[in-house]
Each structure stands twice: as structure tokens, then as C-alpha cells.
């Protein structure tokens, strides 16, 4: 029987318990060569995400946003399993495995100055776990009830360790009226067990309403109680990374304004998928890469690059 850390998906409900990984992975020597001071390591640490709002310009997103409308006449593509609809609106949820379809997405990943960040927090190479994008169109898009992922992944992908990274890229503006996403700081600290078995193909309901792996109401108070709810607001262009054990949600649009933001997730090549924690197969290679991932390149990561400052 292998060795697991972190256990859930369990029949009755066991405490939370501390994290048993670090939160910003380089060793204490290689934990300065980066784009990212003190002050952002240390806000990273205590809160597990760091904002940047605007940290591209709106122009650079628009075509980014041009091809997700593009995307949504394509006939063929809507019929592939790795587009997910609004359970309400049939509009479109999700479209996962970006950095495959869109060679424009693709060159996003690899941007030195968040792939040196990202490379930093990790603490050397990684890989696309997985990218998508979310959307929410006005008046309709549905929200997201409180999780985190690597409960998921690891439940469901077999993610071993804590070493995964976000980057939401917001291609439209986020307000407090379009579903703007909520984070709980200072979550990733903990691990919470959730309860109940995951379900066959778990993945084909979840990504429409996520029932398995939504921690209890009295964990959630409790940390919410601790650290708050904050929802990074700001202009299309600015970016979330946040690390993959914070508690997040989102609530659902209820403005005429849309709300669309690019995830890619990346994961240090030492953090490999093994077979999951608690489900009998693992997801579909558009939601958990292990089609023999390689390392991202950079070149030269840290030339023209400022240090970065969290907001």
C-alpha cells in the first residue's frame, strides 16, 4: 500500500490538518533568483496567491478574446468532451487543453516573466498540468461552489505533493458583479479531508457543478473566520497566481457583463501523476497531463525582467 499524506473522499469526516509540503519550494539558496522580492515571496507564503492587476495590457488580451468567440461558432469543436457547458444556459463553461488548440495560448504559458515566477514559488522545471478557459457570459454564467484543487487532483489525477501553481489571466474586466473569484487567504496552510466516495467519471459532472470535494460548511466557517474571503478584482490583462491547495469558489454572473478568464496550471516535473488517491481511473489527459511531459522553455528567464510586487 503506497504512502499518502493526503488523505479524502473518506466514509466519515476527519479533522483538517497542517500541509506536510512547503509553500515556496526553492532551497534556501536558489529561493532570491527570481523575478519575485522578499515582500512577494513572503505575501505568497502567508496568503498563498499574489495579484497583479494589469499586469498586461488590455490590447495584448484582445485577440486572446477574439479567438475564444471564434471558438464558440467552431461546430466541431463544441462537440469534443474537453468543452463543458453552463448546466442552466448550455453556453459555454469551459474549454480545457488551451495550449494544444491555440498555438497563441501556447506562447502565453511560456512568458518569462510568469514562468519565472512560476519556476521560482516551484523551485526549478515545470509543465502544463492543465489549461483552460472559463467564462461566464452575462446574466447566466454559473458559479462555483468552495474547493481546492489539489483535494482534486490528487483525489482524482494523483498529484502527490503540494507543488502546483495557477495563473488566471482575466481577458475581460473582473468586478464584484460579473463572479469574480473568491479566495480564502491563508487556506493552503491546511489540508481538509472531504467526505463521500468520488463517483464514476466524476469529471462529467463536476465541471458543470462540483458536489465531491466541497469541504464542510463548519471547516469552511472556520477558516473563513481566520483569514477572510478576498476576491481580487481589476481590468482584463491583470493576473492571479495562487497556489493549488487555496480554498476558492466563485458566485454565479449577475451583471450584463461578461467574465472570462484564461488558467493555466503549472506543476513541477518532480511532482509527476501517479495513479489517483481515491478514484478507480484517472481523468481524460485534457484535464490531467501525462502524456510524458517535458519542461517549459525559457530563454534567458531573467533579461528586461522587473521584480515583480504583488499588489
Known amino acids: 500500500m503506497r504512502n499518502d499524506d493526503y488523505i479524502t ?32 515571496l513572503s505575501n505568497f507564503e502567508r496568503d498563498g496567491f499574489l495579484w497583479f492587476e494589469g499586469f498586461f495590457s488590455q490590447e495584448r488580451m484582445t485577440p486572446f478574446f477574439d479567438e475564444l468567440e471564434q471558438m464558440s461558432q467552431d461546430d466541431e ?61 452575462g446574466f447566466q454564467g454559473a458559479g462555483f461552489d468552495w474547493h481546492s484543487d489539489f483535494e482534486t487532483w490528487h483525489a482524482e489525477d494523483g498529484m502527490p505533493r503540494m507543488r502546483a501553481i495557477s495563473a488566471s489571466i482575466m481577458l475581460t474586466d473582473n468586478n464584484e458583479f460579473n463572479g469574480p473569484l473568491m479566495l480564502i487567504p491563508g487556506s493552503h496552510h491546511q ?47 491583470s493576473l492571479l497566481l495562487f497556489e493549488c491547495n487555496v480554498l476558492h469558489a466563485s458566485n454565479s454572473n449577475m451583471s450584463p457583463w461578461p467574465r472570462s478568464n484564461l488558467f ?11 495513479q489517483p488517491f481515491a ?29 515583480a510586487k504583488s499588489a
Open 77 to 137: 469543436l463544441l462537440k469534443q468532451d474537453g468543452v463543458i457547458r453552463d448546466p442552466k444556459s448550455g453556453a459555454i463553461r469551459s474549454v480545457f487543453d488551451m495550449h494544444r488548440i491555440s498555438e497563441r495560448f501556447a506562447e502565453l504559458t511560456r512568458d518569462p516573466r510568469i514562468l519565472g515566477m512560476v519556476r521560482q514559488l516551484l523551485g526549478g522545471n515545470v509543465y502544463i498540468h492543465q489549461s483552460r478557459i472559463n467564462d461566464k457570459y
Open 264 to 274: 493555466f496550471v503549472y506543476n513541477s516535473l518532480e511532482n509527476a501523476l501517479e
Open 279 to 307: 478514484a478507480d481511473k484517472p481523468r481524460p489527459s485534457f484535464l490531467a497531463n501525462r502524456d510524458h511531459p517535458e519542461a517549459l522553455e525559457m530563454h534567458d528567464p531573467y533579461r528586461d525582467v522587473r521584480f
Open 9 to 40: 473522499r473518506t466514509s466519515r469526516p476527519e479533522p483538517r490538518y497542517m500541509r506536510r509540503d512547503p509553500v515556496v519550494h526553492s532551497d534556501t539558496q536558489d529561493r532570491w533568483q527570481g523575478p519575485l522580492d522578499e515582500v512577494a
Open 191 to 237: 489540508f481538509v479531508p472531504c467526505v463521500g466516495q468520488t463517483p464514476d467519471d466524476n469529471w462529467k459532472s463536476s465541471l458543470k457543478a462540483q458536489e465531491a470535494g466541497v469541504p464542510s460548511q463548519e471547516n469552511l466557517q472556520a477558516l473563513v473566520n481566520r483569514g477572510g474571503i478576498q476576491a481580487p478584482k481589476g481590468p482584463a490583462g
